[in-house]
């Protein structure tokens, strides 16, 4: 029972990083239906941002986390105003290759820069905690914490703020917020660097649990893509109701089935959702 | 001039054949046996992207049932070098209908997403809990039963028959797309909803194309492990998946002979040009970026022109 209640709370850690991280992914799906590859660039940097400063730098985890956020916005605008920005409107094809050469070459850039073989990090907090016979590092427990902190900070976002409420809206009809007046596009490249900024975060937070490497934005967009898939484009709340269930899937099919099969298990229900409910991309 | 060669059939395959014997002997046979092999590939993916206008990001599947139905049959049932073949295109065929099913009723985003998820189990499937079929990791080694100057061990033998098996493809799939059944194609291609209209049943015409699709891929995959005398889980990789994308992109989506041009850069590029290039994922991806903003036609949508 407690290895279940383990394993349960070991999905949530991995759902809530898919969650912090699928965000920014779903509301540029949703919005300019755009499949954009680079979010993993931008998670990846994030990881690596974490390492030069922690790292490399010496200072604390959570400087490096702020390091990373702060790398990731001007990234973020750069990829928006000249990557995403000439593929509204435009075939999804071009979307998908465009923005997959910018995660290649991002990829390439941060071989160059720290090399190929995979880096550590070590837990930032590096204590367990006990809840009876329950053992749980610390760690997890504030990512779980911190998860839910996003969801209901971006809940706030999307109700309460003007620009929230303009994406929303834009998201429902882009065309009528337009004749409204106001410039959608802008609003939803604002939304882009709060999205890519979580997926710096979704970095840093998932480095210490694992290892870097420069091709880690490629593994981890592709479970971000079956989340989004599965929660609906540019639904926030499916986002993070998907993201843990995914998260509990590839733990649970870990502990209890194969420990390799986890990964495709995901894929598996990305495709069963993809089959019964078709997407129609707004392109 | 080249959209003179283009029209005749004869004036094709006569300057496809003579130009890969022209490049094969100049630089190596088995290399440009590779180059052969992977220009059946991205045939057989334009097939799909240029021709019917799916993007599949997961065609290495079709590659990979290709090759693990032509190295398993030799390795576990008979090492003969034509039966293998013949099981790894209908292995690649019997995929692509089993899960063109399911596939070709999306479009756009989702076809190249599910495709990649397909893709992505696959290749786990390939290395996990198949592996005693398939070798998992180690993959398998080949071998395969020789008959007089039929000699599959001979690397000037498998040139020849592959540059054979190429021209083939190029002759089928250009008759195919020309045929009143590829105008059909390039209608829904264009607007599905009008040729539903005119009373097709869409559906049935894109299965087809798919499950033709997977065959040629197939094809190409059986090819390869014949030609590395091994196959192996990097013949299924998700990963590799923009390699094709990019060479049909390159060469110019939605003609023959621009598959085969993207085809032949590509691996130039890759073979030649990446032991020169220290950043060669790098030079790739600003080549990727140029493609699909300012030269959409292609290299072969440019030289047709002249």
């Known amino acids: 029972m407690i290895n279940f209640i383990q394993s349960i709370l070991y999905g949530l850690t991995i759902g809530g990083i898919l969650y912090i991280i699928s965000i920014g992914l779903s509301l540029t799906f949703g919005a300019m239906g ?120 971006l809940s706030l976002f999307f109700k309460k703020t003007l620009v929230g409420k303009i994406v929303v809206a834009g998201l429902q009809d882009r065309e009528a917020v337009r004749s409204l007046g106001i410039k959608v596009e802008k609003y939803f490249a604002i939304v882009f660097i709060i999205g890519s900024a979580l997926a710096a975060l979704g970095g840093v937070l998932y480095a210490p649990l694992s ?50 099969a986890a990964d495709a298990m995901v894929y598996v229900v990305m495709a069963v959702v993809l089959i019964f409910r078709p997407i129609e991309a707004s392109a | 001039m080249f959209s003179k060669i283009e029209k005749s059939p004869i004036l094709t395959l006569a300057l496809v054949t003579v130009l890969f014997l022209l490049y094969g002997y100049a630089t190596s046979l088995p290399k440009i046996t590779d180059f052969i092999i992977f220009c059946i590939f991205v045939i057989g993916f334009d097939l799909l992207y240029g021709h019917m206008g799916q993007l599949s990001f997961g065609h290495m599947l079709y590659l990979g049932a290709g090759a693990y139905g032509c190295g398993m049959f030799a390795y576990h049932v008979y090492p003969d070098p034509f039966l293998s073949i013949l099981v790894g295109v209908l292995l690649g065929a019997a ?71 190429l021209l083939l493809v190029i002759l089928v799939v250009t008759a195919f797309v020309r045929s009143p059944y590829g105008i059909l194609l390039k209608s829904i291609k264009e607007n599905e909803t009008r040729v539903k209209f005119l009373g097709y049943n869409t559906f049935v ?52 002979l621009g598959a085969v041009v993207g085809g032949t850069a590509f691996m130039t590029i890759s073979n030649y040009l990446a032991s020169y290039i220290v950043r060669w994922e790098m030079f790739l991806g600003v080549a990727l970026l140029a493609f699909a903003f300012w030269f959409r036609k292609g290299i072969w949508g440019y030289a047709r022109k002249l």
């Open chain 1, 34 to 153: 755009i499949v954009n590859f680079a979010h993993g660039l931008i998670y990846a940097v994030g990881a690596y941002a974490l390492y030069t400063v922690a790292t490399l730098l010496g200072a604390n985890f959570l400087m490096g986390a702020i390091g990373a956020i702060a790398v990731s916005i001007p990234l973020a605008y750069l990829i928006e105003r000249f990557i995403i920005r000439r593929l509204y409107g435009q075939s999804i094809d071009y979307a998908i290759i465009a923005t997959y050469a910018v995660l290649l070459i991002g990829a390439d850039a941060l071989k160059w820069f720290f090399g190929a073989s995979p880096l550590p990090i070590s837990d930032p907090i590096g204590k367990l905690w006990y809840f009876g016979g329950l053992q749980m590092p610390a760690y997890r427990v504030i990512i779980i914490i911190l998860a839910g902190l996003v969801f209901v900070g």
């Open chain 1, 211 to 260: 290892t870097l490497d420069p091709y880690m934005g490629f593994e981890i967009i592709i479970l971000c893509f079956a989340v989004v898939i599965v929660g609906g484009m540019g639904n926030l709340r499916g986002t993070a109701i998907a993201a843990f269930t995914l998260g509990l899937v590839h733990s649970l099919t870990a502990v209890y089935l194969v420990s390799s």
């Open chain 2, 95 to 165: 995929l692509a209908a089993l899960l063109g099913t399911v596939v070709v009723k999306t479009s756009a985003a989702a076809f190249a997403l599910l495709n990649l998820a397909l893709n992505e189990v696959g290749a786990y499937l390939a290395l996990s809990p198949l592996h005693e079929w398939t070798g998992g990791e180690d993959g398998l080694s080949l071998f395969f039963e020789s008959y007089g100057w039929v000699d599959f061990n001979d690397s000037t033998f498998r040139f020849y028959f592959c540059l054979g098996a």
């Open chain 2, 205 to 256: 015409y894109k299965y087809v194309t798919f499950i033709i699709s997977g065959a040629i891929v197939g094809f190409a995959g059986a090819l390869t492990s014949v030609n590395l005398a091994y196959c192996n889980t990097s013949l299924i990789a998700p990963t590799r998946n923009v390699e094709v994308i990019f060479a049909a992109l390159m060469g110019g989506a939605g003609t023959v």
